[in-house]
């Protein structure tokens, strides 16, 4: 990765850079691997999150959308060339102080290591500073069984020092006539007014 396409604007370390997609990554070191999303990345997005298996995969087609006309609310974290994690999101149409997350998924090998806190706080400010520092409020839908997520969520709003509201949202029959898809509560999280990245 060019630390030019940092999201910070923070230099890897050398031996970062240097390493290969191996290379360990010290919990909540992320930040120098963290960029926008480009057009080249959707095949790798679409990918990193087939090998979830865990989320809802969209078609290639859907992920170059975010890639492009929704780079602003994406984030991607390129490690040497290794795109091992991925928040899209979006502002809702009549809600620009919304931040809607819609999916978030981290490569087996980088869980555990902070890597989705750390793009969701880099994301946000990222957010906070294009909104010249008015206030943004992050959604998202998750299932009940989604601990993972929830615990993402949750230390999110913990680390911010604001509310987290849940309220019941998209129905199981409205996602799956079959009735393969859990509910999908949403989580309202904010407003956040200082943003940790800002
Ligand atoms: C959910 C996911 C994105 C978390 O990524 P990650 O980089 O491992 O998460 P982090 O290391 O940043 O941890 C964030 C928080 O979640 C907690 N957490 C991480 N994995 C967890 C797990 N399997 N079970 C419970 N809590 C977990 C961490 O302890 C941390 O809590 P804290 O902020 O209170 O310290 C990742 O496990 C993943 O991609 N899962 C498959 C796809 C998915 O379920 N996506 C979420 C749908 S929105």
């Not at 969701?120 to 299932?143: I, K, N, Y």
């Amino acid at each position: 990765m060019s630390s030019s396409l940092s999201e910070t604007g923070v230099a890897a370390p050398p031996e970062w850079t240097l390493a290969s997609k191996d290379s360990v990554v010290h919990r909540n070191s992320w930040g120098p691997f963290l960029r926008r999303p480009e057009s080249t990345d959707a095949l790798a997005m679409h990918k990193l999150v087939a090998d979830t298996e865990v989320l809802d995969l969209n078609s290639t087609y859907t992920y170059l959308l975010m890639a492009t006309d929704f780079a602003d609310t994406t984030i991607v974290a390129d490690r040497d060339g290794d795109l091992c994690g991925l928040i899209t999101g979006y502002h809702p149409p009549t809600r620009p102080d919304v931040l809607f997350v819609w999916q978030v998924a981290v490569a087996r090998s980088a869980q555990g290591t902070g890597l989705a806190g750390t793009m969701l706080d880099s994301l946000v400010g990222r957010v906070h500073r294009a909104r010249c520092g008015h206030p943004v409020t992050v959604e998202a839908t998750v299932a009940p069984s989604n601990s993972a997520s929830r615990a993402l969520f949750g230390g999110f709003a913990r680390r911010h020092g604001v509310p987290l509201v849940e309220r019941p949202h998209f129905t199981a029959a409205q996602l799956d006539a079959a009735g393969a898809h859990d509910d999908e509560p949403i989580l309202r999280i904010g407003p956040i007014v200082t943003s940790r990245d800002s």
